[in-house]
């Protein structure tokens, strides 16, 4: 089952390299008392995801925080050192969290688990983006094809804050 406006947030743990070694971010604790924007991508470094889909949420980082959004962070089925480096390549380090989904655990139980078997790529996550309040979905947007990065973007969830 997909998760829905109005539900919380499963109890999950990702993973985040810092500078200081690598974190486990339980997503309890992470989203609790603060209004967060999750969104997550099939991959880091892929095409779409880098191109399209995190620029927008760099570039409009100080939009969201004016609107009262205290974090931004990015989550994929990937591992930390992946995820750290992607921080690193972007220029969005130190600017959003970088979430390691490394197993892809979050992904299926928020029911947007994605197979690009296919593709060579495995079981990843399918692209969206929520906001959420003290654990609870208030916003949720899911991209409907893999390559897109409209309805999960940051201009389409800026407008609905």
Sequence with gaps: MTI????KIPAATLKEKTADGVNDINTNEFL???????FGVPGAFTPTCSLNHLPGFLENRDAFF??????????????????????????GEGKIR???????LLAEA??????????GLGLRSKRFSTLIKDG??????IEGAPGTAETSGAATLLGQL
């Design 66 to 91: 004016a609107k009262g959004v205290d974090e931004i962070a990015v989550v994929a089925v990937n591992d930390h050192h992946v995820m750290g480096a992607w921080a690193k390549a972007s220029g």
């Design 136 to 141: 609870t979905v208030v916003q949720l947007n």
């Design 32 to 38: 609790a008392g603060k209004t967060v924007v999750l």
């Design 4 to 7: 829905a406006i109005g539900d």
């Design 110 to 119: 928020l029911g947007l688990g994605l197979d690009l078997s296919a593709g």
């Design 98 to 104: 970088f979430l390691a989904d490394g197993n892809g």
